[in-house]
C-alpha cells in the first residue's frame, strides 16, 4: 500500500468510526474519559499540593533560618513559599502535557481493548468469549507498547530536535515531528485489532511499518487533539475512542 494512499485511507476509517461510536450501542463508552478526567483532576490537584507545600514549606523553613532576626527581609519567606509552589504547578502542567497522550493511551488500555473487540463484532459478528487471562495480556500488551512507543518517540524527537538547529532542515523538523507522534500513537491504536490475529509484537511492528501510511493516518487524528490549547487532553480523552475504532475498522478492511 502506497504511503500517500494508505494516509488518506486511515482518516476515512474515521466515517465508519464515528458511526459506530454514535450509536446507540457505543455511546455510554464516552463514561469512560469523564471518569478518567475527573481522575486527573482530583489526582493532579492532590499531587501538586502535596508535593508543593512540602517543597515550600522545607524551604520556608531553611530561609526563614537564615534570616532570624533580619525582620525587614521576613517577606522572602512568603515569596520563596509562592514561587516554589507556582513551580511545581508549571512542571506538573509542562509534563502532564508533554506525556498526557501517553497516560491516556496506558490508563485507558483496558477500555480501549473491550472496545475494540467490540468493534470488531460489530463489524463481522464475530465474538470472542470472555478470558480473563487473555484480557490481562491484551491490556498488559497495550501498556508496555505504550511505554515503547513513548520511548522511542522521545528519542527521534531528540534527534528531529538536534537537527532542527540545520539551516533549511529545521524548517521541517515541526512537520517531522507532529508524523512521528502520529505514527506510534496510530500503532498504539492499531495493535489491539492486530493482536487478536495472534501476532507477536515482532510481526506487529512489521506490519505497522509496512503500511506505515495507514498508521499515520490513524493517529493523525488524535495528534491534532494533543495540539488544540488548553483542552489538548480533554479533547485526546474522547478522539482515542474513535481512534482505536478507526483502528479496527482498517484493520478489518484490510484483512478483507
Known sequence: MGLFYG????????????????????SWFFLFPVLLLVLFYIGGEWLVASAGNSLSGMA??????????????SWLVDMAGFLIRFLIKLLYLFLFFTFGGYLVLILMSPVYSWLSE????????????????????????????ACRNMVFQLLISLVLFLCS???????????????????????????????????????????????????????TVFAFSLLIPWVSILACCFVSLFSVVAGTVIVNEMQE
Request: no cysteine; aromatic share 18%.
Open 7 to 26: 494516509f488518506f485511507r486511515g482518516i476515512r476509517a474515521y466515517g465508519p468510526a464515528f458511526r459506530i461510536m454514535l450509536s446507540g450501542r457505543f
Open 60 to 73: 520556608e523553613q531553611k530561609i526563614a533560618a537564615w534570616l532570624e532576626g533580619i525582620s525587614w527581609l
Open 118 to 145: 467490540r468493534t470488531e463484532r460489530e463489524l463481522t459478528g464475530k465474538s470472542y468469549p470472555f478470558d480473563a487471562k487473555q484480557m490481562l495480556w491484551e491490556v498488559g500488551r497495550g501498556v508496555m507498547l
Open 165 to 219: 538547529f540545520i539551516p533549511l532542515v529545521g524548517l521541517l523538523t515541526p512537520f517531522a515531528l507532529f508524523f512521528v507522534s502520529a505514527y506510534f500513537y496510530g500503532f498504539s491504536f492499531i495493535d489491539y485489532a492486530v493482536e487478536r490475529k495472534r501476532f507477536n509484537i515482532r510481526k506487529s511492528t512489521a506490519y505497522m511499518k509496512k503500511n506505515s501510511g495507514m498508521v499515520m493516518g490513524v493517529g
